[in-house]
């Protein structure tokens, strides 16, 4: 059974500062691996997406990169902004049968604060 | 365009009763999830449709669970005599259609199992 674990569940930084959140799975057959953040009451939007056969994403101030074998997956924020802080959620998906579905970790919570 | 969107928003529930949560995924999008969100876990898979098929409901936690997605677009997720366990956000995405597409959620339903 595929588990995803999120490191820390739990960061805060002053505004401006870079950061990495760590994301790793057990299961090295993905397809494909999603960063999502998540604002307080709201759903999930989803922030870059990594196929397996590539090593990283990029979206402005957001770099995410994939290590299958290892089973890793890094997103690094530059010069984080307070309107960064939400929670932030790794998910993979791996083709099971006639499923699609995601296997979420359980998330770092990030606060920037000025 | 129109994202996903979900009602009702909240719903409050007393044991024992049903519930009907309702999704209407992106125009044209072929596919359509739903997941359970406990607080301050990650989302946890239910079950997955591609059009009206529902092809993966490994993740429905008991018979009381059922979903359905009759004429391929708007998904109705019920749940039969509610227990305070069923008490999470419930959230719905959509993909335009196959493995490799970024999932889209809409902003779940709060569930509140008194």
């Known amino acids: 059974k595929q588990e995803v674990t999120q490191i820390p569940a739990a960061l805060s930084v002053p505004e401006g500062e870079n950061l990495v959140l760590n994301c790793s799975f057990t299961d090295s057959a993905i397809y494909n691996l999603q960063w999502f953040r998540q604002d307080p009451g709201k759903g999930l939007t989803s922030l870059l997406l990594?196929?397996?056969?590539?090593r990283e994403q990029t979206s402005g101030r957001l770099n995410a990169s994939l290590d299958k074998s290892s089973g890793r997956s890094t997103l690094y924020i530059a010069a984080s902004q307070p309107g960064d802080s939400a929670t932030y959620l790794c998910a993979v998906r791996r083709l099971t049968g006639g499923g699609n579905k995601l296997t979420f970790g359980t998330g770092t919570q990030l606060k920037v604060e000025l | 365009g129109a994202g996903v969107s979900q009602s009702p928003r909240y719903k409050v529930a007393k044991r024992g009763q049903d519930v009907a949560l309702r999704c209407d995924p992106i125009?044209?999008?072929?596919?359509l999830f739903w997941y359970q969100q406990a607080l301050g876990q990650g989302p946890e898979f239910l079950t997955y449709?591609?059009?009206?098929?529902?092809?993966?409901k490994s993740g429905l936690p008991s018979d009381r669970f059922f979903a359905e997605r009759p004429e391929g677009s708007v998904s109705t997720l019920k749940i039969q005599r509610t227990q305070q366990e069923d008490s999470a956000v419930y959230l719905c995405a959509s993909s335009l259609a196959g493995y490799t597409d970024t999932q889209y959620f809409g902003p779940g339903t709060r569930l509140t199992v008194l």
């Open positions: 990594i196929q397996s056969s590539q």
């Open positions: 125009s044209g999008h072929v596919s």
């Open positions: 449709f591609q059009n009206e098929a529902q092809l993966d």
